[in-house]
């Protein structure tokens, strides 16, 4: 079945950049893009922006603009979010998401989530 | 982008009907048919219920429907079960962004 496997939690210092990894199998990577929402502790659902694997397009959160890059490895089928400039609101599970190729308009399936905690 | 208005709450007995409702603006509710709804169990990750306003993907049971009127974007969930019990999310494309609601927690009485 089509599965989006992340890479395990991370501690960060403020100041400090994160990367999450999001390995795909079972489907053909390069016919759809990938999402990333993040949600804070006991907080709703924030989306962060999206790549298209199939083209290499991105269109990111204008609130991350400047400090989010989201990048693909075709060869591997695995997509990774870098975020940069940390804070203590950035603490949050970070979710990838298969999406459309061509505009986010729906997010299937998830992945199990990242947990990235940002504390001096 | 303001987040879509979702009430936070919603109940119903076993067998009973309930909606939730995601109020948003012509920018992205009533500016398209590009509206989504998300499960959420504590500790887990989402789960995508509806897409494009009311279709269902595979594997998602009949109970769940979606519609749309202007701008505000409907969720209904017919014979209401215990494991319907979860926080639902919508979400609605913009040509710009993906805006969510702030959730609402479903409880089964």
């Known amino acids: 079945q089509v599965q989006l496997v992340q890479s395990g939690a991370e501690v960060k210092k403020p100041g400090a950049s994160v990367k999450v990894s999001c390995k795909a199998s079972?489907?053909?990577?390069?016919?759809?893009?990938i999402s990333w929402v993040r949600q804070a502790p006991g907080q709703g659902l924030e989306w962060m922006g999206w790549?298209?694997?199939?083209?290499?397009?991105?269109n990111y959160a204008q609130k991350l603009q400047g400090r989010v890059t989201m990048t693909t490895d075709t060869s591997t089928s695995t997509a990774y979010m870098e975020l940069r400039s940390l804070s203590s609101d950035d603490t949050a599970v970070y979710y990838c998401?298969?999406?459309?190729?061509?505009?986010?308009?729906?997010?299937?399936?998830w992945g199990q989530g990242t947990l990235v905690t940002v504390s001096s | 982008q303001s987040a879509l208005t979702q009430p936070a709450s919603v109940s119903g007995s076993p067998g009973q009907s309930i909606t939730i409702s995601c109020t948003g603006t012509?920018?992205?509710?009533?500016?398209?048919?590009?509206v989504s709804w998300y499960q959420q169990h504590p500790g887990k990750a989402p789960k995508l219920m509806i897409y494009?306003?009311?279709n269902r993907p595979s594997g998602v049971s009949t109970r769940f429907s979606g519609s749309k009127s202007g701008n505000t974007a409907s969720l209904t969930i017919s014979g209401l079960q215990a494991e319907d019990e979860a926080n639902y999310y919508c979400?609605?494309?913009?040509?710009?962004?993906?805006?969510f609601g702030g959730g609402t927690k479903l409880t089964v009485l």
């Open positions: 979400s609605s494309y913009t040509t710009s962004s993906s805006v």
């Open positions: 998401a298969r999406t459309n190729r061509l505009r986010w308009n729906w997010f299937d399936p």
């Open positions: 079972s489907y053909t990577f390069t016919s759809y893009g």
């Open positions: 790549i298209s694997a199939y083209n290499g397009n991105t």
């Open positions: 012509s920018s992205d509710v009533g500016g398209n048919n590009y």
């Open positions: 494009d306003v009311s």
